[in-house]
């Protein structure tokens, strides 16, 4: 009975997202909560230790945070992310049309299209 019930408490947690997938090694690419504002951008993960990541995003901006505020990088074709358009300081959502390392193709929700570095790009 013991077994069963450490059985279901583990895949209650694994369902519920409690577990967090985090970077193992120092060049990981991964997906950093910038100064806890609750957007994701991308970076390589430059240093790793004491429970903090040091992330330096695709924009050239470096950050070191806690572990907990890094998720895997997992961006797709498909995926719904807001970018800046054309570095103008505005923000527009739509969905990721193609992905070729930092080169990222958006169409945007209103129908235009853009072509632009993942370091202009985020989710939420």
Known sequence: MKKLVML????????????????????????????GAGYWYPGVVSKIGGGKITIRYDDGDKETVSIGDVRPYDWMIGMKVECNYKNAGEWYPGKIASLAGEKIGIAYDDGDKETTRTGRCRTN
């Open 8 to 35: 279901a408490l583990a895949a209650g947690l694994f369902s519920g997202g409690s577990v967090v997938a985090h970077a193992q090694t120092v060049g990981d690419w991964v997906l950093g909560n910038w100064q």
